[in-house]
């Protein structure tokens, strides 16, 4: 995607185009990190910090549920 263009408001705010947001799937309120690389803005969608957080809690109580449900079985076979 190329030859579209913005300008810097008087507050010194670039407005990214609808088009480029929505190839982007950027949400409203979704975190963007800015960097300047080799002369130009770069923009990356930033993930929350809570993210990896929460993505390992859910997969430790995913195998905690594994680990009974095996649990449960071994203990039915047995019985």
Known sequence: ???????VGPNG???I?????????W???ANVSLSIE???????KSIPQSVP???AL????LEEMRRKKQ??????LNS
Do not use: T, W
């Open 1 to 7: 995607m190329s030859g579209i263009s913005s300008k």
């Open 53 to 55: 957080f929460f993505y």
């Open 71 to 76: 649990g449960r079985r071994d203990q039915a």
């Open 38 to 44: 080799d002369n130009r803005l770069v923009a990356r």
């Open 13 to 15: 705010q670039l407005v």
């Open 27 to 29: 949400m409203p309120g």
């Open 58 to 61: 859910a997969m430790k109580s």
């Open 17 to 25: 185009p609808e088009e480029i947001v929505n190839s982007l799937d």
